[in-house]
């Protein structure tokens, strides 16, 4: 599309449109720009990620906590880093681990199709670790929904995913919750499977499961996947005071701070509040398209602070 449709389409609006002596030259300028900045994205762009630092400060974080750190990473999409991008997962890994953080989590879309995708990189994601663990839960693309399979391939798919994410020594939440405790202080981490509205997503994510066990004041991080599920799920069925989401990849474009992705999310990338509840949605490490233009991927540290 970029290469193809969009440079032509540039050219023959400014031929038709312009000036006739100049409207080629500009549609030929043109159309050169926009193959250069999608060559771009397809390969400085995508190589790129920084690490993001923010604060999420609540009253009802308990003082043992405050100055807790989580790294967060999303879509890692690992089957993608192929060839020339080989060397942005380990990249990746490594700026992770630099961090230092209490408790590492990564919110979905960790394959693009298939379980297989993962195997070449167990060994790898493996070597992330923390004091108080590895955390994940499954995104629309850790599911079989976009395979041609019948039923039982695509439950074996799924089974050997959750299986080679376990490998890892990662926690897979799949409605669930784990308590981190600090002396007689207490946090909770909760995951719940995915759960969006758009058509063909999973909506497979239980709040009322995930919480399960739970007291409605204890200061909860949920992770899920689809920033949707916030308003339509989390914000009306718990009291988790901070959500961590994925899933938009920002956009994997931005111009102006507008992304494509504005389109279809209220919340398409970085944090909105609620009351003193709040989102963060990551815009992902990777993507199934190998392409970023002014969004660049990111690794985000999140100090929880009380207030």
């Given at each position: 599309m970029g290469f193809i449709v969009v440079p032509f389409i540039s050219y023959f609006l400014c031929s038709k449109l312009l000036n006739r002596r100049y409207g080629r030259r500009v549609g030929i300028a043109l159309a050169c720009v926009i193959i250069g900045l999608v060559l771009y994205g397809m390969t400085i762009g995508f190589s790129q990620f920084h690490v993001k630092h923010m604060e999420f400060?609540?009253?009802?974080?308990?003082?043992?906590?405050?100055?807790?750190?989580?790294?967060?990473?999303?879509?890692?999409?690992?089957?993608?880093?192929?060839?020339?991008?080989e060397d942005v997962l380990p990249r990746a890994i490594d700026s992770i681990q630099a961090q230092k953080a209490d408790m590492i989590v990564f919110t979905g879309d960790l394959q693009n199709l298939y379980p297989e995708e993962?195997?070449?990189?167990?060994?790898?994601?493996?070597?992330?670790?923390?004091?108080?663990?590895?955390?994940?839960?499954?995104?629309n693309h850790d599911y079989s929904i976009y395979i041609d399979a019948d039923e039982a391939t695509k439950k074996k798919n799924d089974l050997k995913t959750q299986q080679l994410e376990r490998k890892m020594n990662w926690t897979l939440l799949m409605n669930e919750n784990r308590i981190i405790r600090r002396d007689s202080d207490s946090i909770v981490i909760a995951g719940m499977e995915n759960w969006g509205v758009q058509k063909r997503m999973p909506r497979n994510g239980d709040?009322?499961?995930?919480?399960?066990?739970?007291?409605?004041?204890?200061?909860?991080?949920?992770?899920?996947?689809?920033?949707?599920?916030?308003?339509?799920?989390i914000l009306p069925q718990c009291n988790a005071q901070l959500t961590l989401s994925?899933?938009?990849?920002?956009?994997?474009?931005?111009?102006?701070?507008?992304?494509?992705?504005?389109?279809?999310y209220s919340e398409c990338f970085g944090t909105y509040h609620e009351g003193d509840r709040a989102i963060y949605v990551s815009s992902g490490l990777g993507g199934l398209i190998p392409f970023r233009l002014g969004q660049p991927g990111e690794i985000v540290v999140i100090t929880l602070r009380k207030k």
């Open positions: 400060a609540s009253k009802d974080l308990p003082e043992a906590f405050d100055g807790y750190r989580i790294v967060q990473f999303s879509d890692a999409h690992v089957a993608t880093y192929d060839g020339f991008l993962l195997e070449s990189k167990v060994s790898l994601l493996r070597k992330l670790h923390a004091p108080d663990g590895v955390y994940s839960i499954l995104g709040v009322r499961k995930t919480m399960k066990g739970i007291s409605p004041k204890s200061f909860t991080v949920m992770l899920q996947h689809d920033p949707n599920a916030w308003r339509e799920k994925g899933h938009t990849h920002g956009g994997q474009f931005s111009l102006f701070g507008w992304n494509p992705a504005n389109f279809t």
